[in-house]
């Protein structure tokens, strides 16, 4: 069974900046695709970035585009997301996800998931 653990979320002021860290096995990492999800309180689980298994390609949703990059590091067996200028909006519970089909925008492509990890943007 393949385990995430998701890291990095808490408390930042509007315009601030986060990284969050999402740790897999060392043995099925590298052949995974990546992705970050995230849902608000009474909101849908929604896409927020993708990376494939080589880290040469990635997606991002239109609502944190130039703002959200999604890196991965096969040494160390995580995917991270660096978030720079943060928004109210982006309060929410983060989720992290592989894909054993690789990279995708689609939430049903992805089979194992962490257990979330709250991302505040309050002044």
């Known amino acids: 069974q393949v385990q995430l653990v998701e890291s990095g979320g808490g408390l930042v002021q509007p315009g601030g900046s986060l990284r969050l860290s999402c740790a897999a096995p060392a043995r099925t990492f590298s052949y995974y695709g990546m992705g970050w999800f995230r849902q608000a309180p009474g909101k849908e689980r929604e896409f927020v970035a993708a990376?494939?298994?080589?880290?040469?390609?990635?997606y991002y949703a239109d609502s944190v585009k130039g703002r959200f990059t999604i890196s991965r590091d096969t040494a160390k067996n995580t995917v991270y997301l660096q978030m720079n200028n943060l928004k109210p909006e982006d309060t929410a519970v983060y989720y992290c996800a592989a894909g054993p089909r690789g990279i995708s925008t689609s939430m049903s492509l992805y089979d194992y998931w962490g257990q979330g990890t709250q991302v505040t943007v309050s002044s």
């Open positions: 990376i494939n298994r080589s880290g040469g390609t990635t």
